[in-house]
């Protein structure tokens, strides 16, 4: 049995990750283009597993309302779809730090191709 404070440190890490793969949604396509729907994530994952992920399901990590939050699988799958190692969503190992320079990597390229940069590279 799980105790509050448990509970309370899965759903702060749950948060955490519903912003981290808003972010990957967000950083994740050309200037100008749509986002990736979670329909068509979840179809990558899905190959990738070898097993079926709903958009929906997708939807519920990114809203931070699925309980697969815990599913390391998962998460890695989507980061690694979206170009980013599975650390900067799976994070049991001390990996913080590390994810945190992710982040600030992946608002520097959201930057850089909302200013028009040829390519995305510096």
Do not use: C, Y
């Amino acid at each position: 049995m799980s105790t509050t404070k448990e509970r309370a440190r899965a759903r702060d890490i749950g948060a955490g990750v519903s912003i981290k793969l808003n972010q990957l949604f967000a950083a994740g396509h050309p200037r100008g283009g749509d986002e990736e729907s979670n329909a068509d994530v979840a179809a990558a994952v899905s190959g990738v597993l070898d097993r079926p992920i709903s958009g929906s399901e997708i939807a519920a990590l990114r809203a931070d309302t699925h309980e697969a939050a815990g599913d390391s699988a998962v998460l890695a799958a989507v980061a690694e779809h979206f170009g980013m190692p599975a650390g900067f969503l799976v994070q049991d190992d001390g990996t913080h730090d590390l994810a945190a320079a992710q982040t600030d990597m992946l608002r520097v390229l959201e930057l850089i191709r909302d200013l028009g940069a040829a390519s995305g590279r510096l």
